[in-house]
């Protein structure tokens, strides 16, 4: 049995967010889960440190740079002393279906980077702190999914002084780690906002016509999306009672 640490990007301020949470929480107690799942939400605060509940609390405030690249390695820090084959940092829009994702192709004896869906670096970002072509070529696992082995983690918190803290988290990542190992991309493909294709990770944000975010349709998705995969797995488990 495989034992999976998922820490969650959460901003508990937005209410949006909140409710994403729900949804995440619900589907993870509704699955049957084939593999040991642990769960945790990251979020900052002012006033509460620790773990209190599912949440872990890290001192300070939300920030793209380089707030959500500190949430991720003290998170990681914090929680490195649990056993666990994979780490996978993902976001509170992103839905994953632990029980299929293909961990034989992670399953390796040096360090495991890897991603549903891999980036090569080619365009500016100003607020992303991408403001010249010094990083342009840079294959890196998207912010949605980052998976680590247990040594990728001991790689990735013993060089952690080198990660940039100018640039945005899954990137600052991608320039440490590929200075090591090449991420693997796995075979079942991020899903963009669709809740019908079959696969195992999705993420949901929607862009209006002007250019801003509908977290009302991503919510609405994701309850989609999760229905969808607790019926697939309560098909398939009717099929491998009939056949045994």
Same mark, same amino acid.
């Given at each position: 049995?495989?034992?999976?640490?998922?820490?969650?990007?959460?901003?508990?301020?937005?209410?949006?967010?909140?409710?994403?949470?729900?949804?995440?929480?619900?589907?993870?107690? #509704?699955?049957?889960?084939?593999?040991?799942?642990?769960?945790?939400?990251?979020?900052?605060?002012?006033?509460?440190?620790?773990?209190?509940?599912?949440?872990?609390?890290?001192?300070?405030?939300?920030?793209?740079?380089?707030? /959500?690249?500190?949430?991720?390695?003290?998170?990681?820090?914090?929680?490195?002393?649990?056993?666990?084959?994979?780490?996978?940092?993902?976001?509170?829009?992103?839905?994953?279906?632990? @029980?299929?994702?293909?961990?034989?192709? $992670? @399953?390796?004896?040096?360090?495991?980077?890897?991603?549903?869906?891999?980036?090569?670096?080619?365009?500016?970002?100003?607020? !992303?702190?991408? @403001?010249?072509?010094?990083?342009?070529?840079?294959?890196?696992? !998207?912010?949605? @999914?980052?998976?680590?082995?247990?040594?990728?983690?001991?790689?990735?918190?013993?060089?952690?002084?080198?990660?940039?803290?100018?640039?945005?988290? #899954?990137? !600052?990542?991608?320039?440490?780690?590929?200075?090591?190992?090449?991420?693997?991309?796995?075979?079942?493909?991020?899903?963009?906002?669709?809740?019908?294709?079959?696969?195992?990770?999705?993420?949901?944000?929607?862009?209006?016509?002007?250019?801003?975010?509908?977290?009302?349709?991503?919510?609405?998705?994701?309850?989609? $999306?999760?229905?969808?995969?607790?019926?697939?797995?309560? #098909?398939? !488990?009717?099929? /491998?009672?009939?056949?045994?």
């Amino acid at each position: 049995m495989v034992t999976v640490l998922n820490l969650v990007l959460y901003c508990e301020s937005s209410e949006y967010e909140k409710e994403m949470k729900e949804i995440l929480e619900r589907f993870h107690r #509704d699955t049957t889960h084939r593999h040991n799942v642990i769960q945790y939400f990251i979020a900052y605060s002012e006033t509460l440190e620790g773990l209190v509940g599912n949440i872990l609390y890290i001192k300070g405030k939300e920030s793209r740079l380089p707030g /959500v690249l500190d949430k991720t390695i003290c998170a990681i820090e914090h929680e490195k002393s649990i056993e666990f084959d994979y780490l996978i940092r993902s976001n509170i829009s992103t839905i994953i279906d632990f @029980n299929n994702i293909p961990y034989n192709e $992670i @399953n390796k004896e040096g360090i495991v980077y890897a991603s549903s869906d891999l980036l090569t670096l080619n365009w500016f970002d100003i607020p !992303s702190g991408i @403001n010249n072509r010094e990083f342009f070529g840079t294959t890196f696992a !998207s912010g949605t @999914n980052i998976i680590f082995n247990r040594k990728g983690v001991d790689y990735l918190l013993e060089h952690k002084h080198l990660l940039r803290r100018d640039i945005v988290d #899954d990137v !600052s990542i991608a320039i440490l780690m590929n200075q090591v190992i090449k991420p693997i991309l796995l075979s079942t493909p991020l899903i963009w906002n669709d809740s019908k294709p079959v696969s195992v990770m999705y993420r949901n944000r929607t862009l209006t016509a002007h250019n801003e975010i509908d977290r009302k349709v991503d919510i609405e998705r994701m309850k989609e $999306i999760a229905a969808m995969i607790l019926n697939r797995s309560m #098909d398939l !488990s009717t099929v /491998v009672k009939i056949e045994t």
